[in-house]
């Protein structure tokens, strides 16, 4: 990839036009998205079973506002084929090919070339380096500290 493909694409995104700004919403969206999932699998021991339940119980509820207050009963009844079959949403993120600028791919392949063949550990610091310094380009120094906060607090190990 050449410089002027790489810079377009950060020009591209700069938190003053609607794709930077989208880019830092998305990123912080993400964060929360990680932060969840990693508590999520913490969860475990007595009470932790039917307290996901719950959790599935009031989302499908949420989804389905024709419910009534009493969703619990509902869906033991009335929603039960519905909430049996409820689909699992994919987050489009993960998929390179939905709503990305041209440079998109290229500079992920220029990622991935470089990475390939290195160590997780060198792969992680140099990914970390970019990330903060992508978020404190595109939003400031306080949302690149929120982005070290979470990277220190939830290593890759947790996932």
């Known amino acids: 990839m050449t410089n002027s493909a790489f810079s377009s694409f950060l020009n591209a995104i700069r938190i003053s036009?609607?794709?930077g700004s989208h880019w830092?919403?998305?990123l912080l969206a993400h964060i929360d998205i990680l932060k969840?999932?990693?508590?999520?699998?913490?969860l475990a021991g007595r009470g932790s079973r039917n307290l996901k339940t719950m959790?599935?119980?009031?989302?499908?509820?949420?989804?389905?506002?024709?419910?009534?207050?009493d969703y619990q009963a509902a869906i033991k009844t009335t929603h039960k084929?519905?909430?049996k079959t409820w689909p699992v949403l994919i987050d489009p993120v993960w998929n390179v090919s939905v709503n990305r600028s041209r440079p998109f791919v290229h500079v992920l392949e220029e990622l991935s070339?470089?990475?390939?063949?290195?160590?997780?550990?060198?792969?992680?610091?140099?990914?970390?380096e970019v990330l903060l310094n992508l978020?404190?380009?595109?939003?400031?120094?306080?949302v690149a500290a929120h982005v070290r906060q979470f990277l220190d607090a939830y290593p890759p190990e947790e996932f």
Request: proline residues 4%; glycine residues 8%; contains cysteine.
């Open 17 to 19: 036009s609607p794709r």
């Open 24 to 26: 830092i919403v998305v």
């Open 36 to 42: 969840f999932a990693a508590d999520w699998l913490r």
């Open 55 to 69: 959790f599935y119980l009031h989302c499908f509820a949420e989804q389905h506002p024709d419910i009534g207050d």
């Open 81 to 83: 084929d519905d909430y």
């Open 113 to 128: 070339v470089r990475f390939k063949d290195g160590d997780i550990q060198c792969n992680h610091k140099h990914s970390t």
């Open 135 to 142: 978020a404190r380009i595109f939003g400031s120094v306080g």
